[in-house]
């Protein structure tokens, strides 16, 4: 502009043809696309924050469908099931768990799509090679404009040494 702000227009040319099928004129047509331009570096920012929280999470974070298949998940869920990103999206939540707790997966999104409010669940879980393990999901649903449930959108932590911890104390108040 002319007082030195920055605009973005979007031309369209083309060449007009003469009878001999030579081009002897040029045509343009210009929009323009400033705001359109303004909205999308302000969207590229907030997706630059977005990241950087959720990356910087040392909880896990994960994203998925109703059918359990995995959109998103952060670098410390990828570091505490120790795969890569890309071994994950796509594929069902259940594939990672022991078949002893899909019930109660099942059970928690059942809820959760019944009602999307969020919701705290402590899941049992075990490594593979049989240890026990406790996360904490923090699930919260992505809903569409009627209210039903989208996405789900689970910050977990794992909360064995407190589980381990709550045992001995029961254990020792036995005695």
């Known amino acids: 502009w002319p007082d030195g702000r920055e605009r973005w227009v979007q031309w369209v040319t083309v060449g ?11 045509q343009s047509v210009g929009r323009d696309i400033t705001a359109e331009r303004q909205l999308e570096r302000k969207l590229r920012e907030s997706e ?14 994960s994203r998925y469908t109703r059918d359990l298949k995995l959109v998103f998940v952060n670098d410390a869920y990828c570091r505490y099931f120790g795969g890569p990103r890309d071994a994950y999206i796509g ?13 109660t997966i099942l059970a928690h999104i059942e809820e959760m799509i019944n009602d999307p409010t969020p919701k705290v669940n402590e899941i049992l879980s075990y490594w593979p090679d049989g240890r ?44």
């Open 16 to 26: 007009v043809r003469g009878e001999d099928g030579s081009i002897q004129v040029f």
């Open 48 to 61: 630059t924050w977005y990241r950087g929280i959720v990356e910087s999470q040392v909880d896990l974070v």
């Open 91 to 103: 594929r069902s939540i259940l594939e990672f768990e022991d078949p002893k707790v899909h019930s």
């Open 132 to 175: 026990e393990r406790w996360i904490q999901w923090v699930t919260c649903a992505v809903t569409l404009e009627d209210g039903s449930a989208h996405l789900f959108q689970a910050v977990g932590r794992d909360i064995t040494a407190q589980r381990q911890l709550e045992k001995q104390l029961r254990d020792n108040e036995s005695w």
